[in-house]
């Protein structure tokens, strides 16, 4: 019965070692909002910030997706311990407030960027975007009219995604090559749509890593709402990605 007990453990202990090892693949975090609204997708500045100082204090380096890109294509290497940090949507205060935290401990971010809502009340301006662009953030598309992809005729889809990309180009120096899904929904004809926009990847809502190898348009983030149990559910998050990742095999 000793020696039973004894070799379950070690199969137990076996298992933790391999689901608590680091997975292989990216962190993509995904916000929307830095705000003290108590809504579920608006962080407390103060939050974020002890979000951002974990992240620094632990080796991460941020980085962006086209870094992430470039890894996957053989063109460039990640640091040690990369972080992609995403907002969706393109709220006024991803530029007044989280870009000032994120600036003190030397991390960027992607932006999502919504261009019918470009200039409206509390979304970007374009000023305010190409500023963030020359300040080391990357600049991407999340539609024009922020719609469910999977929900709408596909020769909509298409014009979702090429006008978003046209607007963003035409008013920012540098191509804009990524997106991220509204609501997280997409199919199969959706990603077809989004590669034929000319986009050479995509985030979803699925939970997970980002990683250096698939698919291309299906990448999985760590979503990261407004916290109830403050930094200890933000690295839960960060371990449940990672656990996310070894058993579906990223």
């Given at each position: 019965m000793?020696?039973?007990?004894?070799?379950?453990?070690?199969?137990?202990?076996?298992?933790?070692?391999?689901?608590?090892?680091?997975?292989?693949?990216?962190?993509?975090?995904?916000?929307?909002q830095?705000?003290?609204?108590?809504?579920?997708y608006?962080?407390?500045p103060a939050?974020?910030?002890q979000?951002?100082?974990y992240l620094?204090s632990?080796?991460?380096?941020?980085?962006?997706?086209s870094?992430l890109?470039?890894?996957r294509?053989?063109?460039?290497r990640?640091p040690e311990?990369?972080?992609?940090?995403?907002f969706?949507?393109?709220?006024?205060?991803?530029?007044?407030?989280?870009?000032?935290i994120?600036?003190?401990?030397?991390?960027?971010?992607?932006?999502?960027?919504?261009?019918?809502?470009?200039?409206?009340?509390?979304?970007?301006?374009?000023?305010q975007?190409?500023?963030?662009?020359?300040?080391?953030?990357?600049?991407?598309?999340?539609?024009?009219?922020?719609?469910?992809?999977?929900?709408?005729?596909?020769?909509?889809?298409?014009e979702?995604?090429?006008?978003?990309?046209?607007?963003?180009?035409?008013?920012?120096?540098?191509?804009?090559?990524?997106?991220?899904?509204?609501?997280?929904?997409?199919?199969r004809?959706?990603?077809?749509a989004?590669?034929?926009?000319g986009?050479?990847?995509?985030?979803?809502?699925?939970p997970?890593l980002?990683?250096?190898a698939?698919?291309?348009?299906?990448?999985?983030?760590?979503?990261v709402?407004?916290?109830?149990y403050?930094?200890?559910?933000?690295?839960?998050?960060?371990l449940?990605?990672?656990?996310?990742?070894?058993?579906?095999?990223?």
């Amino acid at each position: 019965m000793i020696r039973i007990l004894q070799s379950a453990a070690a199969v137990i202990l076996l298992i933790s070692v391999w689901l608590l090892a680091p997975g292989t693949g990216v962190p993509i975090l995904a916000y929307h909002q830095v705000s003290s609204a108590a809504e579920i997708y608006s962080i407390d500045p103060a939050d974020f910030e002890q979000q951002m100082q974990y992240l620094a204090s632990h080796g991460y380096t941020a980085v962006s997706l086209s870094e992430l890109f470039a890894a996957r294509e053989g063109t460039g290497r990640l640091p040690e311990k990369p972080v992609i940090i995403t907002f969706d949507d393109g709220y006024a205060d991803n530029y007044l407030t989280a870009l000032p935290i994120m600036e003190k401990y030397r991390m960027k971010s992607t932006v999502f960027i919504i261009t019918g809502q470009v200039g409206q009340p509390a979304y970007l301006t374009w000023e305010q975007i190409r500023d963030m662009q020359a300040r080391t953030t990357e600049i991407a598309s999340h539609t024009h009219s922020h719609v469910a992809l999977n929900q709408i005729d596909q020769a909509v889809v298409a014009e979702e995604l090429r006008r978003s990309k046209q607007l963003l180009e035409e008013h920012l120096p540098q191509p804009v090559e990524f997106l991220a899904y509204p609501f997280g929904q997409y199919n199969r004809q959706t990603m077809a749509a989004v590669q034929q926009a000319g986009y050479r990847g995509a985030c979803t809502g699925l939970p997970g890593l980002g990683t250096t190898a698939g698919d291309a348009y299906q990448l999985k983030r760590v979503n990261v709402p407004r916290p109830k149990y403050g930094l200890w559910e933000f690295r839960l998050r960060l371990l449940r990605a990672q656990l996310y990742a070894k058993l579906s095999r990223q």
